[in-house]
């Protein structure tokens, strides 16, 4: 399954694809798409659109995760960041993709375990989780990973929930101990309590993109 996670915003929105298999997650793709501050807000949002399609048809992704709209006393934020999130699932209903939705703690907490987390923090547990070689930059791309993390593992969790109780003889016991999962995200918790940075990991992660 390939989750499409998006960091809302209209000068910069971050995107990030992850693959899930098993308990396994990957990145596949990820980076920013910027749009000129003296183009019209019509035709920078038309550019979001079509960037987001490109990307939707380049990767067809399962789910599309995107960041909670939350209330901030910046209404001139808040305001932008609806207009793109407005534009993002337009693009999503028109591809027949669902939508999943976190807020900045729910996605923090996924991933570096507390609601508190620093972007820098954030940023290194992305890295260890996907075992990436390399910061994943800038921010806003990092978040969209932390994004379809939380997503994928959201998923994850419901997905083992047993359906069907009348038969049975079809129901598993959910394997028992921590999963890959949560071993990567004690790992690294561990390793940045010890100071030991994550360059042991070895894995052919995606060059950053920046799409515009």
Do not use: W
Request: glycine letters at 8%.
């Amino acid at each position: 399954m390939i989750i499409l996670g998006i960091d809302p915003g209209v000068a910069m929105l971050g995107y990030g694809l992850v693959e899930r298999t098993g308990p396994r997650l990957r990145a596949i793709d990820y980076g920013v798409i910027k749009t000129p501050s003296d183009l019209p807000l019509p035709e920078r949002l038309e550019s979001i659109y079509l960037a987001l399609t490109d990307l939707i048809e380049l990767h067809a992704p399962a789910l599309m995760g995107v960041e909670r709209l939350f209330f901030t006393k910046n209404v001139q934020t808040a305001f932008a960041v609806g207009q793109a999130r407005g534009v993002i699932l337009l693009a999503a209903a028109l591809h027949k993709l669902e939508i999943r939705e976190a807020t900045p703690n729910e996605v923090k907490v996924a991933t570096a375990g507390y609601g508190s987390s620093s972007k820098d923090q954030v940023q290194r547990m992305v890295q260890a989780i996907l075992g990436m070689p390399e910061l994943p930059e800038p921010d806003d791309a990092a978040d969209a990973l932390a994004i379809a993390i939380c997503v994928a593992n959201r998923e994850r969790s419901i997905s083992r929930i047993p359906t069907g109780p009348l038969d049975r003889s079809a129901i598993k016991p959910p394997p028992s101990g921590p999963t890959p999962y949560e071993k990567a995200v004690r790992d690294a918790l561990r390793r940045e309590r010890l100071g030991i940075g994550p360059e042991a990991q070895v894995s052919h992660a995606p060059k950053r993109k920046t799409a515009s």
